[in-house]
């Protein structure tokens, strides 16, 4: 098992910066992608933004491009989303997720989900 906890959610105004973290504890060994998603509210979940374990491979949804950035520390198996020029659209629940193999953006090809943070743009 693998347990995954994330933190820095919170309402910040348009165009704030807010910057996320999730923490993977349990089971981690290597091979393995990191990903965000988000889900607002009547929404269904989709994909933010995703890494593979070298770290190298960054993959992003064209709604975040240019101002999200993901990156991942895998000696403290961590996971980070910088998110920059916030927009009142970004405003959902963020999930931190885990899978073993490739970065792939499909909610059901990952493994493990964190309880989820909540963030809020106002205008």
């Known amino acids: 098992q693998v347990q995954l906890e994330e933190s820095g959610g919170g309402l910040v105004q348009a165009g704030d910066s807010l910057r996320l973290s999730c923490a993977a504890s349990?089971?981690?060994?290597?091979?393995?992608?990191m990903a965000w998603f988000r889900q607002g509210a009547g929404k269904e979940r989709e994909f933010v933004a995703g890494?593979?374990?070298?770290?190298?491979?960054?993959y992003y949804a064209d709604s975040v491009k240019g101002r999200f950035a993901i990156s991942r520390d895998n000696a403290k198996n961590t996971v980070t989303l910088q998110m920059n020029s916030l927009k009142t659209e970004d405003t959902a629940v963020y999930y931190c997720?885990?899978?073993?193999?490739?970065?792939?953006?499909?909610?059901?090809?990952?493994?493990?989900w964190g309880q989820g943070t909540q963030v809020t743009v106002s205008s």
């Open positions: 349990g089971r981690t060994f290597s091979s393995y992608a």
């Open positions: 997720a885990v899978r073993y193999g490739p970065l792939r953006s499909r909610r059901y090809d990952y493994d493990y």
């Open positions: 890494i593979t374990w070298s770290g190298t491979g960054t």
